[in-house]
């Protein structure tokens, strides 16, 4: 199984400033790498797909990079509805895992 | 709009069984792969099984395979999970993802989720 690691896995910050989560992954997986927001309470939902295409209706406030190993979800400016965890997953193969989450407070 | 929503959640003794269903609308759904994800009480998410658009193809995860069962009705639009021989660590919210495509890709939208609580 490809095991995913997301850092750091709390981190504070306040609105307006730029955030930067990173994922790694147990080995390559192209560009399979998508991102989830969580706010509490809720149903995730999909941020960014295919490490760096931002979903639609999705603020371009957030953006993803990276391919392989190691990738970023960047938030260039905090505001105060992004209060949420967020996930990065791999679709790259068979099971599909989830980081273990980076909550933003 | 798209619109997933689950039911048959509750409480449920050790070693029992529920079928959890997911309703959707909104999109042609024979066309898209289906997804189950649980989230236990304060952790983070776990993908649990996936089913082709066409029923063909069923994945699970490791920690229940054997007992979740993934299956779909098109005519009805709408996905199951049956899951049996329940235990603790099977506590979570279930939810329903639809995939992007009709084998899988990533999950672009969700139910609100369902809770099952495995108890005495």
């Known amino acids: 199984d490809i095991q995913m690691t997301q850092s750091p896995s709390s981190l504070s910050a306040s609105v307006g400033d730029r955030v930067t989560i990173t994922c790694r992954a147990s080995q390559r997986i192209s560009s399979y790498l998508n991102w989830y927001q969580q706010k509490p309470g809720k149903a995730p939902e999909l941020l960014i797909y295919s490490a760096s295409n931002l979903q639609s209706g999705v603020p371009s406030r957030f953006s993803g990079s990276g391919s392989g190993t190691d990738f970023t979800l960047t938030i260039s400016s905090v505001q105060p509805e992004y209060i949420a965890t967020y996930y990065c997953q791999q679709s790259y193969s068979v099971p599909f895992t989830f980081g273990g989450g980076t909550k933003l407070e | 709009q798209v619109q997933l929503v689950e039911s048959g959640g509750g409480v449920v003794q050790p070693g029992g069984s529920l079928r959890l269903s997911c309703a959707a609308s909104?999109?042609?759904?024979?066309?898209?792969?289906m997804h189950w994800v649980r989230q236990a009480p304060g952790k983070g998410l776990e993908w649990v099984a996936f089913i082709r658009h066409d029923g063909t193809t069923n994945y699970y995860a490791d920690s229940v395979k054997g007992r979740f069962t993934i299956s779909r009705d098109n005519s009805k639009s709408t996905v199951y999970l049956q899951i049996n021989s329940l235990g603790a660590e099977d506590t979570a919210v279930y939810y329903c993802a639809k995939d992007h495509s009709s084998n899988w890709s990533y999950f672009d939208y969700w139910g609100q989720g369902t809770l099952v609580t495995v108890s005495s």
């Open positions: 909104g999109f042609t759904f024979s066309n898209y792969g």
